[in-house]
């Protein structure tokens, strides 16, 4: 069983909407990661949050450890944005593995 | 800029042969990763490797093997490719003294076993 759970599974956005994604996961982490997934399988890192928020243009993301839950925020999102986005976690305890969430399927359209 | 490059983009095997993805990162770092990534399940990691003929089970290793002869390549193996080995493999490098969170990933090999 998968315990990093993502929502929604698939996402379908009009250009400039507010778009957010959401994971939550089971027990005490140390690190939480986004990634996007590019067509074709590349992946690329966002951002690392062990606490609080970072924003990185029109990225916001945030994280509550005591609810257990980190939201990836677009504003104005635009079709370049169409991606695979992917939570991951590192837990406590776990040493340097990570476990991944299923990920969510954005597309945006113009 | 880090690059990771893995042997091929599209795989298409029958059952039984024996499959090699091969992956290279021109880093000079010591850990590598291979992943499956299926839908609904997310990545999944396969193995690991920490150094040259050094490797660790990850969480689904069965039906998978894995080599390590220089440091900045890292084979997957598929001993006798199966249909439910059908997936898209991605290989990642990280280097010893960074943090876990900085994985850099590769482009991916969707491999198909018929």
């Known amino acids: 069983k998968n315990e990093v759970e993502q929502s929604p599974q698939n996402l379908t956005a009009q250009e400039g909407e507010f778009i957010t994604i959401n994971c939550s996961y089971s027990?005490?982490?140390?690190?939480l990661h986004w990634l996007q997934q590019h067509p074709g399988g590349g992946i690329v890192s966002l951002f690392m949050l062990s606490s609080g928020k970072k924003k990185h243009g029109r990225l916001i993301a945030t994280i509550n450890i005591q609810e257990k839950h980190s939201s990836l925020h677009i504003t104005a999102s635009h079709p370049r944005d169409s991606a695979v986005y992917i939570c991951a976690v590192r837990y406590l305890g776990a040493g340097n593995q990570f476990y991944f969430g299923t990920g969510t399927s954005l597309t945006v359209i113009p | 800029d880090v690059k990771v490059t893995q042997s091929s983009r599209y795989l298409v095997k029958r059952t039984g042969e024996k499959v090699f993805l091969e992956c290279v990162q021109d880093?000079?770092?010591?850990?590598m990763f291979w992943y499956r990534q299926d839908p609904g399940l997310g990545l999944r990691l396969i193995y690991f490797?920490?150094?040259?003929?050094?490797?660790e089970k990850g969480d689904i290793p069965e039906g998978y093997s894995v080599s390590r002869e220089k440091k900045e390549r890292f084979s997957l193996i598929l001993e006798s490719a199966s249909t439910n080995q059908t997936s898209m493999y991605l290989c990642?490098?990280?280097?010893?003294?960074?943090?876990?969170?900085?994985?850099?990933f590769g482009p991916g090999t969707r491999l198909t076993v018929t």
């Open positions: 990642a490098s990280r280097p010893l003294d960074r943090p876990a969170y900085e994985q850099y």
């Open positions: 880093m000079d770092h010591e850990n």
């Open positions: 490797s920490y150094d040259v003929k050094m490797k």
């Open positions: 027990v005490g982490i140390s690190a």
